[in-house]
């Protein structure tokens, strides 16, 4: 039986391409997505041409009723669950401290973090041997911006990345004796629609000239971090932190 995977915001970008190369490497795929239906469901078709089994599953991961929801039917239409992307990630460009409401930041916080939190309580609920779970494997998409702060850009989501991060080193230790593992993964710029709002002129030429690789990274090039922190190659790493960030 091929292990099943859960990749919250897995329509576009670094979540996609896990997805894709998790299936690739024999898994079947649980594509969590919030808007884009039309892009999930033509993942999920693709993926399905390669033999996956894949169930598409609508929810705002922000909302703890749905993300109990998502989790209830994978359960029921797929099976266990072996291993968790936490990947839904979102930042507004270019703003200072001065600048920032409640509501933007409570946003920040809670879609980037708090949904980790939650799909993470979900996932140990099934895959701890304390709960006759089999085991299993939690992956976060942190981001480098947790070790910079990203003053004058977005420090908020800095924060959320930073939380991120703490959550990492700190579940781990909880969950190491029930059979689980978690990692993060901390991306540097990476070439996504997440950077679809470049911001001001020259600004993504001026970040991708500072990165010592002197280039952004694709998205793959995460995804292949990703599936090896979820693979056995990586059965001795848990509370780790893995910049993919070309060397910044
Ligand atoms: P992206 O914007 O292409 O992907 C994010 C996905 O999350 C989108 O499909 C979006 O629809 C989905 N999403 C947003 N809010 C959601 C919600 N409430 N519920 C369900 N889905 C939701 O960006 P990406 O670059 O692929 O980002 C993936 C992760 O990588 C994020 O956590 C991001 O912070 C992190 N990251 C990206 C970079 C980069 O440079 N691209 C760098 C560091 C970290």
Same mark, same amino acid.
């Given at each position: 039986?091929?292990?099943? @995977?859960?990749?919250?915001?897995?329509?576009?970008?670094?979540?996609?391409?896990?997805?894709?190369?998790?299936?690739?490497?024999?898994?079947?795929?649980?594509?969590?997505?919030?808007?884009?239906?039309?892009?999930?469901? @033509?993942?999920?078709? *693709?993926?399905?041409?390669?033999?996956?089994?894949?169930?598409?599953?609508?929810?705002?991961v922000a909302? *703890?009723?749905?993300?109990?929801?998502?989790?209830?039917?994978?359960?029921?239409?797929?099976g266990p669950?072996?291993?968790?992307?936490?990947?839904?990630? +979102?930042?507004?460009?270019?703003?200072?401290? +001065?600048?920032?409401?409640?509501?933007?930041?409570?946003?920040?916080?809670?879609?980037?973090?708090?949904?980790?939190?939650?799909?993470?309580?979900?996932?140990?609920?099934?895959? %701890?041997?304390?709960?006759?779970?089999?085991?299993?494997?939690? +992956?976060?998409? %942190?981001?480098?911006?947790?070790?910079?702060?990203?003053?004058?850009?977005?420090?908020?989501?800095?924060? %959320?990345?930073?939380?991120?991060?703490?959550?990492?080193?700190?579940?781990?230790?909880?969950? @190491?004796?029930?059979?689980?593992?978690?990692?993060? +993964?901390?991306?540097?710029?990476?070439?996504?629609?997440?950077?679809?709002?470049?911001?001001?002129?020259?600004?993504?030429?001026?970040?991708?000239?500072?990165?010592?690789?002197?280039?952004?990274?694709?998205?793959?090039?995460?995804?292949?971090?990703?599936?090896?922190?979820?693979?056995?190659?990586?059965?001795?790493?848990?509370?780790?932190?893995?910049?993919?960030?070309?060397?910044?």
């Amino acid at each position: 039986m091929r292990p099943i @995977a859960l990749v919250t915001g897995a329509s576009r970008g670094i979540g996609a391409a896990t997805a894709r190369l998790l299936a690739k490497q024999g898994y079947d795929l649980c594509l969590n997505y919030r808007q884009q239906a039309a892009a999930a469901e @033509a993942l999920a078709a *693709e993926l399905q041409g390669s033999g996956a089994r894949v169930l598409t599953v609508q929810a705002d991961v922000a909302d *703890e009723d749905q993300v109990v929801a998502m989790f209830q039917r994978i359960d029921q239409e797929m099976g266990p669950l072996y291993a968790l992307v936490n990947n839904v990630g +979102v930042l507004k460009r270019q703003s200072r401290l +001065v600048d920032m409401d409640a509501a933007r930041i409570n946003h920040i916080l809670t879609t980037n973090v708090t949904s980790a939190f939650i799909c993470s309580r979900e996932a140990v609920k099934r895959m %701890s041997r304390e709960f006759g779970g089999l085991g299993g494997v939690i +992956v976060n998409v %942190s981001s480098a911006a947790s070790k910079y702060g990203s003053p004058n850009e977005y420090i908020d989501y800095a924060a %959320s990345k930073g939380a991120m991060d703490t959550l990492t080193l700190g579940l781990a230790g909880e969950v @190491a004796g029930q059979g689980i593992r978690v990692n993060a +993964v901390r991306p540097g710029f990476i070439d996504t629609d997440i950077h679809a709002d470049g911001g001001e002129p020259g600004r993504i030429e001026r970040v991708k000239s500072a990165i010592p690789l002197r280039r952004g990274g694709h998205p793959d090039e995460v995804a292949n971090v990703i599936a090896f922190l979820i693979s056995d190659q990586a059965s001795y790493m848990t509370g780790s932190l893995l910049d993919v960030a070309g060397g910044r």
